[in-house]
């Protein structure tokens, strides 16, 4: 099975940085990767899918990049409100697994 | 608009089952798969399966292999999850979800296993 592993585990930024998680699969997945946020007692909400396509409503400092095993979420300018958990998810066929995820939080 | 509305929170006792629901609505309920997803207190998220409503094929992650049943019922729109011979460790809130580029998500139904 291919694996998803994210780093950081744990970040730490101040408002107004630039943040960066990765997201590598263990085998090439071609595009099939999806970002999801998560903040406490919520429900996964939907960010990027395709690797790079932002969903409708997503603030555009959100953006994804990346292809086949190495993928970024990117947020150009970090709000408070993004304090969150971050997970990506390989879709291209099952298992479909998750990252472990990536906590974010304000310096 | 779609939605997934999710059966309520469960207590059962080791070893025992439970089945979890997840009621469709707002698209054509036979052209997507469904997921399962659940999320233990303070741990990431896990895939268990998915279920194709259509003609009700199914694929399991190996963790859960013998234990897990995904089924579905077409003429409700809805679609279950059932997990057996429980344990502390399946204490969790459990999602069926409409994930990659969808992005629907149930509320979630609390499963907590206690003796």
């Known amino acids: 099975d291919i694996q998803m592993t994210q780093s950081p585990s744990s970040l730490s930024a101040s408002v107004g940085d630039r943040v960066t998680i990765t997201c590598r699969a263990s085998?090439?997945?071609?595009?099939?990767l999806a970002w999801y946020q998560q903040k406490p007692g919520k429900v996964p909400k939907l960010l990027i899918y395709?690797?790079?396509t932002l969903q409708s409503g997503v603030p555009s400092r959100f953006s994804g990049s990346g292809s086949g095993t190495d993928f970024t979420l990117t947020i150009s300018s970090l709000q408070p409100e993004d304090v969150a958990t971050y997970y990506c998810?390989?879709?291209?066929?099952?298992?479909?697994?998750f990252g472990q995820g990536t906590k974010l939080e304000i310096k | 608009q779609v939605q997934l509305v999710q059966s309520g929170a469960e207590v059962k006792k080791p070893g025992a089952s439970v089945k979890v629901s997840c009621k469709a609505s707002?698209?054509?309920?036979?052209?997507?798969?469904m997921h399962w997803v659940r999320q233990a207190p303070g741990q990431g998220l896990e895939w268990m399966g998915i279920?194709?409503?259509?003609?009700?094929?199914?694929s399991y992650a190996q963790k859960f292999q013998g234990r897990v049943t995904m089924t579905r019922d077409t003429s409700t729109s809805t679609v279950y999850m059932e997990l057996s011979s429980l344990r502390s460790e399946d204490t969790a809130v459990y999602y069926c979800?409409?994930?990659?580029?969808?992005?629907?998500w149930g509320q979630g139904t609390l499963v907590t296993v206690s003796s």
């Open positions: 395709a690797a790079s």
């Open positions: 707002g698209y054509t309920f036979t052209s997507y798969y």
């Open positions: 998810q390989k879709y291209n066929s099952a298992p479909y697994s």
């Open positions: 279920i194709n409503p259509s003609g009700g094929s199914t």
């Open positions: 979800a409409m994930t990659g580029e969808l992005g629907y």
């Open positions: 085998q090439g997945i071609s595009n099939y």
